[in-house]
T-cell receptor, first 110, second 114 residues
Framework: GEDVEQSLFLSVREGDSSVINCTYT??????LYWYKQEPGAGLQLLTY?????DMKQDQRLTVLLNKKDKHLSLRIADTQTGDSAIYFC??????????FGTGTSLTVIP | DTGVSQDPRHKITKRGQNVTFRCDPI?????LYWYRQTLGQGPEFLTY????????KSRLLSDRFSAERPKGSFSTLEIQRTEQGDSAMYLC????????????FGSGTRLTVV
């Protein structure tokens, strides 16, 4: 089956950039997504990228996709304490299922 | 915008009991999904409805699990004869048409089986 991997923890200082990485195994992914989950809450869609794109920028968020290496990253510029959360990458291969990574817990130190 | 609503938020039940959860999707969304999330893991797909038709089911959805969406609006997920391994967060999501823009998730129902 599909395997989506992320590092478990990331800690950054407020104002620095955060980079959260994700690797996936299925080369036929059509769309890749980043979701944010705050404690006790559901998942909030942050951004997505189509598999024929290399980069997408949306305000403080930059998504980079290296399709050859099956590597996806999310860069958050000027990280704020409100960005502290768990970040999930997800891929859509076919059908209506998303395959989620295990999540990266981002801690922003004031 | 009422978003995706799930009820209850928390449920504690004894092993062997049946439980039922409800999901109300965003009103104009025709697609509804159930996912399960265990501690420290990402969500795992359980099942998907388009309108009232259940079109996909995961192998995770054992015969103790049943989901319905009788009128193509709200959905229920029932777990019969609960086991401790069923303890998890059950997430509902909805979308309109294709999945380009991803799902909108509810806040989930946290089930604890004791």
């Amino acid at each position: 089956g599909e395997d989506v991997e992320q590092s478990l923890f990331l800690s950054v200082r407020e104002g620095d950039s955060s980079v959260i990485n994700c690797t996936y195994t299925d080369s036929s992914s059509t769309y890749l997504y980043w979701y944010k989950q705050e404690p006790g809450a559901g998942l909030q869609l942050l951004t997505y990228i189509f598999s024929n794109m290399d980069m997408k920028q949306d305000q403080r968020l930059t998504v980079l996709l290296n399709k050859k290496d099956k590597h996806l990253s999310l860069r958050i510029a000027d990280t704020q304490t409100g960005d502290s959360a768990i970040y999930f990458c997800a891929e859509r291969v076919t059908g209506n299922q998303f395959y989620f990574g295990t999540g990266t817990s981002l801690t922003v130190i004031p | 915008d009422t978003g995706v609503s799930q009820d209850p938020r928390h449920k504690i039940t004894k092993r062997g009991q049946n439980v039922t959860f409800r999901c109300d999707p965003i009103s104009e969304h025709n697609r509804l999904y159930w996912y399960r999330q265990t501690l420290g893991q990402g969500p795992e797909f359980l099942t998907y409805f388009q309108n009232e038709a259940q079109l996909e089911k995961s192998r995770l959805l054992s015969d103790r699990f049943s989901a319905e969406r009788p009128k193509g609006s709200f959905s229920t997920l029932e777990i019969q004869r609960t086991e401790q391994g069923d303890s998890a967060m059950y997430l509902c999501a909805s979308s309109l048409g294709g999945l380009v823009y991803g799902y909108t998730f509810g806040s989930g129902t946290r089930l604890t089986v004791v």
